[in-house]
């Protein structure tokens, strides 16, 4: 659904020789075989569509009983299982953070199934990270992202659904922040759902929904501050956001704090779409979607512009997914009868005609059922859409049927090694998580003081150099003050911080037990020298008997053989 910026580099290769693009007509494209199989088979809920390049796209899919869920890879000829793993459903989104690294939202690897909880890292043909949180206190507990999109390979930003951490410290839009080590929870200040991110033209943009989530009818956001009128747009720098000052024109169909909806974005990194519907989400939104028309709003060198949108505009419809057509005013987007996106999975469009709309620069819409001859239940929705040239556009649909619309440009096969063969292996969750143990209950030390933890002291090296200072030390174990309510439980969750002085830079972790079984792990993090602190979360059931630190030195020290001296630290790379 969305390029990044380099894009435009690749125009002129993708449109050397093609015809003229108002011959092109949308066709179905079949997907290969599955292993072991004769014939195509749609490969279930398509949740994203993304280019790198003309020759290079994944596909994120949701799988059936054929097929994997997993991700597809155009090379420029044809499309093959990339990845029978880090796949997903409704939630699934892809971001591409460089032409051999993107992201995708998927579900946990372990623990419950549930999409746009997880998090995977593509990078140079292997998955090199796996994130989940749906246990975890300091991210927030069933709190899904649905959005995603990279500026560079360490700035990454995944927007979710509003709602509050699991402590009720926090609270508003959910969001993940990937700084190229780390991922660390960030709260937008208005707690509207986040419907899509794109990085444009060096900045993070999003479009929300009017409630805390696609389809939340009757539910109420919570907002810092009051908007009379949602602001459906943000821009986001860092960890700020920013209230754009759009808002849309008047509907008499619909109420003005709550009857319009962004739901989706796209760029072809010169200009910008946003697009919508009536809300289906909010207070106002109590028996369905409220009946206004589709909405499109376009950016280019100003602000965002809404369009009279006119022409061919199925009544009681709205816009989805949306790409924009590079080097043009145009863009396409599907047609969404009735909620798509819902979030308990209960109308997934699965029943809906592909329909899709042209929208041009002054918002004549016309639009087009993809495969009328097969009946409104055959094909399902539109659920992503991609336009990599302005004469090649994909488009794929609920059940995991593929169209493309092309004047028949052709492209060198794309070769590299990151985007052959098929990945099968995905991590154990990188982001620490807390599992689940039952011995009995033990309350002895609930309120214990700090712990003094041993540290392992490394072997002895070569005799003519001292041994350094410790890399560990000072080390202690500090719970978390219990609040009332938390006093009132049987089995409380505990936040134990684990501080201790870092004499040199080294990825730490640390791993608790009790009773021979690992009870809490905080994931590996790059730390610099100084005062520093882990932290896991137990309960009183799980309290650990030991810690454990896992060290990994990136700046191990250098002697001076000639005095047998430490001098300094060595290169890390």
């Avoid at 106002?284 to 965002?304: E, K, M, Q, S, Y």
Wanted: hydrophobic share 40%; charged share 20%; glycine share 12%.
């Amino acid at each position: 659904m969305k390029r990044p910026i380099v894009l435009a580099a690749t125009l002129a290769v993708a449109l050397a020789g093609a015809a003229d693009a108002s011959a092109a007509e949308w066709q179905a494209y079949p997907l290969p075989a599955p292993p072991g199989g004769r014939f195509s088979t749609p490969a279930g809920y398509v949740g994203d569509l993304s280019f790198w390049s003309p020759d290079r796209g994944v596909m994120v899919v949701s799988g059936n009983s054929s097929v994997p869920r997993g991700v597809y890879s155009w090379d420029g000829e044809s499309w093959h299982q990339l990845a029978t793993v880090c796949g997903g459903g409704i939630n699934s989104r892809v971001a591409w953070a460089g032409p051999r690294e993107f992201w995708t939202i998927t579900t946990p690897s372990v623990g419950q199934q549930t999409g746009g909880q997880g998090l995977c890292h593509f990078k140079d043909g292997a998955v090199v990270g796996s994130y989940s949180y749906f246990n975890l206190p300091e991210f927030a507990v069933g709190l899904p992202v649905n959005a995603a999109a990279c500026r560079a390979a360490d700035d990454c930003l995944f927007g979710g659904v509003g709602g509050a951490s699991a402590d009720g410290a926090r609270s508003g839009a959910f969001h993940l922040r990937w700084d190229g080590t780390d991922l660390a929870p960030v709260w937008g200040p208005q707690g509207r759902g986040v419907s899509d991110l794109i990085a444009h033209r060096g900045s993070l943009l999003e479009s929300v929904y009017v409630g805390p989530g696609a389809g939340a009818q009757g539910a109420r956001p919570l907002l810092r501050q009051a908007e009379p009128v949602p602001a459906l747009l943000h821009g986001v720098i860092g960890t700020s956001f920013a209230n754009d000052p759009f808002v849309p024109a008047p509907d008499p169909a619909v109420p003005a704090d709550g009857g319009t909806e962004l739901r989706a974005m796209d760029t072809d990194g010169t200009t910008a779409w946003a697009v919508g519907g009536g809300a289906n989400s909010g207070p106002a939104a109590v028996n369905g979607r409220l009946p206004r028309g589709p909405i499109a709003v376009r950016r280019t060198d100003g602000g965002w512009t809404e369009l009279p949108v006119h022409g061919d505009v199925p009544a009681g419809s709205a816009f989805g997914a949306v790409a924009a057509v590079p080097g043009t005013d145009r863009a396409w987007a599907a047609i969404t009868p009735y909620e798509v996106s819902d979030p308990l999975g209960n109308d997934t469009g699965a029943q809906a005609a592909p329909e899709i709309a042209s929208i041009a620069g002054d918002g004549t819409v016309a639009v087009q059922r993809l495969h009328p001859e097969e009946g409104d239940a055959a094909r399902g929705a539109i659920t992503a859409v991609a336009c990599p040239t302005a004469d090649d556009c994909w488009a794929a649909t609920a059940k995991g049927y593929l169209y493309r619309r092309t004047t028949g440009a052709r492209y060198a096969r794309d070769t590299d090694a990151a985007f052959q063969g098929t990945i099968s292996v995905r991590p154990n969750e990188a982001a620490s998580q807390v599992i689940p143990d039952d011995p009995p209950a033990d309350d002895s030390r609930l309120f214990a003081p700090p712990v003094e933890l041993p540290v392992a002291q490394d072997d002895a090296g070569d005799a003519s150099c001292p041994a350094p200072p410790a890399l560990v030390s000072r080390v202690k174990a500090t719970p978390a003050r219990l609040t009332r309510a938390q006093r009132r439980q049987a089995n409380p969750r505990v936040a134990l911080t684990v501080s201790f002085r870092l004499a040199r830079r080294a990825r730490v972790g640390l791993r608790a037990r009790r009773g021979g079984r690992t009870v809490a792990v905080a994931k590996p993090r790059a730390l610099k020298p100084g005062k520093r602190a882990l932290r896991i979360t137990v309960t009183r059931r799980t309290w650990p008997k030991s810690l454990k630190f896992t060290l990994k030195e990136l700046t191990p020290p250098v002697c001076d053989a000639s005095n047998s001296d430490v001098v300094g630290t060595g290169d890390a790379r």
